[in-house]
């Protein structure tokens, strides 16, 4: 079965230092990949998107992606992270055939920045 | 445009009571989606609907049943709520099945 798997399940991490979100998923074909934030209490809103191109790929709020087709990774990326980034962060991929015709999500990452 | 819109948000049932939960999205979607999400399990697809006309089971359909009453809008009962699903339920849309979904706010429901 096809599969999305976020390494971390809470990751902590002081105001204003860095942060790595892991996304690993198990696929031969092409994909594309998501991510998506969910702050306390709301919906899911998107951060960003791979479709196709470049392997970096740039979001909302200062986050960006790496897409690893070697490696099936799309690590989640902040230089510098705010309290107000605290929130759970879902991977998601999709394909038109193998994950049939429809979005996967991983199981999330709780991110909680302290100060 | 409201996007995607959930009624009602906030709902208690005992057990045994039937509900629908309402969704419309006002993007011209072609793809509807009803998720749950429970503490440590990330969402879970309960029943989706590729295009307006079908739906199909997701991976967690049993004791839920969804109507696709037009391309705006997509529901889901519950006949017998059971405190199995206690939840927060979400509905999404996207313009094709495999492309970036729009959630709604989601609907906390409490079965007692």
């Known amino acids: 079965a096809q599969s999305v798997t976020q390494l971390d399940s809470q990751v902590p991490v002081f105001e204003e230092a860095p942060v790595e979100l892991r996304c690993n998923y198990s696929?031969?074909?092409?994909?594309?990949l998501f991510w998506y934030v969910q702050y306390p209490n709301q919906g899911l809103q998107l951060l960003l998107k791979y479709l196709s191109g470049s392997t970096l790929v740039k979001g909302i709020n200062g986050f960006e992606a790496e897409f690893n087709k070697s490696q099936t990774s799309f690590h989640l990326r902040k230089p510098s992270v705010h309290i107000s980034d605290t929130a759970e962060y879902f991977c998601?991929?999709?394909?038109?055939?193998?994950?049939?015709?429809?979005?996967?999500f991983g199981a999330g990452t709780i991110l909680r920045v302290k100060s | 445009n409201a996007g995607v819109t959930q009624t009602p948000k906030f709902q208690v049932l005992k057990t045994g009571q039937s509900m629908t939960l309402q969704c419309a999205q006002d993007?011209?979607?072609?793809?509807m989606y009803w998720y749950r999400q429970d503490p440590g399990m990330g969402l879970r697809l309960i029943y989706y609907?590729?295009?307006?006309?079908?739906?199909d089971k997701g991976e967690v359909p049993n004791g839920y049943n969804v109507s696709r009453l037009n391309k705006r809008e997509f529901s889901l009962r519950l006949e017998s709520a059971a405190p199995s699903q206690t939840s927060v339920y979400f509905c999404a849309s996207s313009v094709v099945s495999w492309y970036e979904q729009y959630f709604g706010p989601g609907t906390r429901l409490t079965v007692t």
């Open positions: 998601a991929v999709a394909s038109s055939g193998e994950y049939g015709n429809k979005l996967v």
């Open positions: 993007m011209n979607h072609n793809s």
């Open positions: 609907s590729a295009s307006e006309g079908t739906t």
């Open positions: 696929s031969s074909v092409s994909v594309y």
